[in-house]
């Protein structure tokens, strides 16, 4: 079962920007924190940032200041706003969700690719 769909992945320059998003069931939108993650060729999966059922986020140091994760209720969707974009930012990133029993089941990702 298909939990979430991630996209906005591309190639872009250092310096540049993307926008990615995680669209999710009403459900699991409304019920659970929701979490990006990324994971980098030969690296473990790490989080990136993280928002709660009210809006409440979570950045992960490397990424703070420089990447927004929002929620939008009317679509049902997480974003992650990714400025000033390093080419150590390329990686397979992911959503999911959060719960006291773990995380959630992992989608196809949506790659970003950080190069001049």
């Known amino acids: 079962q298909v939990q979430f769909v991630e996209s906005g992945g591309g190639l872009v320059q250092p310096g540049g920007s993307l926008r990615l998003s995680c669209a999710a069931s009403?459900?699991?939108?409304?019920?659970?924190?929701i979490s990006w993650h990324r994971q980098a060729p030969g690296k473990q999966r790490e989080m990136v940032a993280r928002?709660?059922?009210?809006?409440?986020?979570t950045y992960a140091i490397s990424v703070a200041g420089r990447f927004t994760i929002s929620r939008d209720y009317g679509r049902t969707t997480v974003y992650l706003q990714m400025n000033s974009l390093k080419p150590e930012d390329t990686a397979v990133y992911y959503c999911?969700?959060?719960?006291?029993?773990?995380?959630?089941?992992w989608g196809q990702g949506t790659q970003v690719t950080v190069s001049s």
């Open positions: 999911t969700r959060e719960s006291s029993s773990g995380l959630g089941s």
């Open positions: 928002i709660s059922p009210i809006g409440s986020a």
């Open positions: 009403t459900y699991i939108f409304n019920s659970y924190t």
